[in-house]
Nanobody, 122 residues
């Protein structure tokens, strides 16, 4: 059974919005920092942002700052990535992951989801 499962991807027009979800099983997400990554075709994986266990202001990549928001609902054991004002360059497979630490360390991730595809196109 997958420990992290992403959903919510799909086709969205430029300027539109999409909310991705990352649901955990066999893990209690409230104990861990959670990171969103993305990987576009032919490009290296990029960290989108991270939220610590302590719900401090998440860290974001400059490319998404002001447009994307990471949040968590511990009661639902779920982390979200709200994507607003999306651009064609946001097209990628989006992954959630954790290094099983309580802060955003930038360390190697230990648990990954399989990803959900977001396509931004008119």
């Amino acid at each position: 059974q997958e420990k992290l499962v992403e959903s919510g991807g799909g086709l969205v027009q430029p300027g539109g919005s999409l909310r991705l979800s990352c649901v955990a099983s066999e893990l209690t997400l409230e104990f861990y920092a959670m990171t969103w990554f993305r990987q576009a075709a032919g490009k290296e994986r990029e960290e989108v942002g991270c939220i610590s266990k302590y719900d401090e202001t998440p860290n974001y990549a400059d490319s998404v700052k002001g447009r994307f928001t990471i949040s968590r609902d511990n009661a639902k054991n779920t982390v979200y990535l709200q994507m607003n004002n999306v651009k064609p360059e946001d097209t990628a497979v989006y992954y959630c992951a954790t290094d099983l630490l309580d802060y955003c360390s930038g360390d190697t991730m230990d648990v990954w989801g399989k990803g959900t595809l977001v396509t931004v196109s008119s």
